[in-house]
């Protein structure tokens, strides 16, 4: 079975582009020319460059001995928290403005929840001298003060979406406004493996870095490219397509998914989108997404900002339903839980998004002699705040 996109741009029954009309040339531009874009030798050299002298990789694979000691498995911490800005989702930005510049655009937008990824794109702007735009829901700009500040030192306007829920949905409508009102000059730089093809398959292969490198890295401290298991947590599913992608045709390779549970997958406030989710389209992709009998999009709840999301991309929706990966999920407190136990054990505070594949580490039993890979998507920094006040510290 192939987990890869096919020539129409679908992963079994999902992907695709459902996309307005008006937005047809701007998807079919990149459409027709990302794989040239990004196979290209000049490409790939500057792509590794900046990759190794501006975000710092290799990233390091650390084997976590207290942990390991813990769960009675040989426990390995990718660490995309050490990355510049804290977290994968500077991979993909680099590669996407890199694209962005091939195709002769002067101008990015973005669309951000948390602001992360809002983060992300205003750094390679910076970097690449572009204008930049980050759509952000009014309510969003509130929550998220320190990260808007950042957009702002590095140039970036940031501008409030006012409508709806003013949060995420109605940022990535206002995006949608914007590129399809500035056709010829501008790119929008999604942040996660979601979107119209091709956006899922070309965020998946600059993520692809991450188990690119942990296949090497495992040979090197174990002797064998591969693990036994795979984690990661998913909210479009970003770091965890990169962390299963050069996994995916090892089938004895375990692949666990991780979801966010918030306050329990039964109490209307949760972001486990296999578990309550169902197929449809969101935001230009056929995959499987929270919606209502009638369709609506169901309102997601997680205490991660990064997992707040009512779907999953579609190659993720593929590896759900052919059963290649498993998805589970971890509860808001199950996460932190596990939060806490990473620092107090190994000295790291994780983003609270990357607790939630630790938590699962819980559930599982090991014989002993098992190889286990867990993405730390990003750091905890971002998330002090909600660590201190939910544990009292
Ligand atoms: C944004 C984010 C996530 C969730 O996004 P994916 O696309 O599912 O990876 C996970 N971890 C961190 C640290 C994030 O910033």
């Known amino acids: 079975m192939s987990y890869h996109v096919n020539e129409k741009g679908y992963y079994g029954d999902f992907g695709g582009a459902y996309i307005p009309e008006m937005l047809y040339p701007n998807v079919e531009e990149l459409r027709r020319n990302y794989l040239q874009i990004i196979n290209d030798e000049s490409f790939k050299k500057e792509f590794e460059l900046l990759l190794k002298d501006y975000v710092g990789r290799p990233s390091p694979l650390y084997h976590a001995r207290r942990l390991s000691e813990r769960y009675g498995a040989t426990i390995y911490l990718k660490r995309e928290d050490l990355n510049h800005t804290g977290a994968h989702k ?43 735009v980050v759509y952000m829901g009014e309510i969003d700009i509130k929550r998220q003060a320190p990260n808007v500040a950042r957009m702002k030192m590095m140039g970036a306007t940031v501008v409030p979406a006012t409508s709806g829920s003013k949060t995420l949905k109605d940022a990535t409508n206002e995006a ?16 996660s493996a979601v979107g119209p093809h091709p956006y899922p398959d070309m965020v998946a292969r600059f ?29 479009g599913g970003s770091n965890a397509i990169g962390m299963f992608y050069h996994f995916l045709d090892d089938e004895d390779v375990k692949l666990i998914a991780v979801e966010a549970a918030g306050l ?15 197929e449809g389209v969101l935001h230009g992709s056929r995959s499987i997404l929270m919606q209502t009998p009638d369709g609506q999009v169901v309102e ?4 991660s900002a990064g997992l707040d999301y009512p779907g999953i991309g579609p190659q993720h929706a ?35 998004e990357s607790s939630h594949a630790l938590a699962h580490l819980e559930k ?9 890979v867990v993405c730390l998507s990003g750091r905890g920094d971002k998330d002090l705040d909600t660590y201190i006040r939910y544990f009292g510290l």
């Open 90 to 132: 500077i991979n993909n930005a680099i590669g996407q403005i890199m694209v962005a510049e091939r195709l002769g655009k002067k101008r990015i937008i973005a669309e951000t929840g948390a602001g992360q990824h809002g983060v992300a794109t205003a750094t390679v702007c910076a970097l690449r001298g572009l204008e930049c």
């Open 176 to 191: 949608m406004r914007d590129w399809i009102n500035n056709p010829v000059d501008t790119h929008y730089i999604i942040g």
């Open 207 to 235: 993520q692809s870095i991450i188990s690119e490198e942990t296949r090497w890295q495992l040979k090197e401290k174990t002797g064998k490219e591969t693990a036994d298991y795979v984690l990661a947590c998913v909210g």
């Open 264 to 278: 329990g997958v039964d109490s209307g406030e949760s972001a486990a989108t296999t578990v309550l989710g169902k």
């Open 300 to 303: 997601p709840y997680s205490i």
């Open 318 to 352: 593929h590896l759900f339903k052919s059963k290649r990966a498993s998805y589970v999920s971890a509860t808001d407190d199950e996460a932190m839980q596990a939060g806490l136990l990473l620092t107090r054990l190994e000295g790291i505070i994780p983003a609270i």
């Open 364 to 372: 599982m039993s090991f014989k002993g002699g098992e190889t286990v």
